[in-house]
């Protein structure tokens, strides 16, 4: 599997520095290098933690109510099913790290389809599959979740993703983006 996953649509590399073999399971480590503005919409997981560590410049996390300026050898812990997002809130590109906890092979599956995808052209702008069918598979693969006007959708996407791995749609974007 790649180590090194870059979205063209929104501009932020992921390079994997840890897996979940290499850590027996317990968990993923991630670095993410994000361009200013860049970011993710508020979502939820509801299978694993997500720890977030500044590397250089400040990122900004929203978890719950609370909102950090993360420096240094600052950290927030966005725990299963609470909502959070990240982001970039300055002028220049900031790089963190992401432990997933407890390992999640499946993330890393999705960031081989979802920038696959991108570098296919088969997003949009913002790096959301054009194909229905993709964004259920890779929205429920990813264990992520909506909220907000999103989350009305949910269900919808939960069923289609279930159709899809039936009909092999989940193996098939795991073949051509993750081998």
């Known amino acids: 599997m790649r180590r090194v996953f870059y979205n063209p649509k929104v501009k932020d590399k992921v390079t994997v520095i840890k897996t979940a073999d290499e850590t027996r399971g317990e968990y993923i480590l991630v670095e993410v290098e994000l361009a200013p503005g860049g970011g993710t919409p508020k979502h939820y997981h509801t299978s694993f933690d997500e720890t977030f560590i500044p590397v250089e410049g400040t990122v900004g996390i929203d978890v719950g109510k609370k909102k950090f300026q993360l420096k240094g050898t600052e950290i927030a812990t966005a725990k299963r099913n ?51 069918e993709h964004l259920a598979v890779l929205m429920e693969h990813a264990d992520s979740r909506f909220t907000g006007f999103l989350s009305l959708i949910e269900p919808i996407l939960l069923r289609r993703a279930k159709k899809a791995r039936k009909k092999g749609v989940l193996k098939q974007l795991i073949d051509q983006y993750c081998k």
């Open 82 to 132: 609470e909502i959070h997002r990240f982001y970039n809130p300055g002028n220049s590109t900031i790089r963190f790290n992401v432990r997933i906890s407890p390992a999640e092979n499946r993330f890393l599956e999705s960031f081989c389809i979802g920038y696959g995808l991108a570098d296919d052209g088969k997003t949009n702008d913002k790096g959301i599959p054009k194909k229905f």
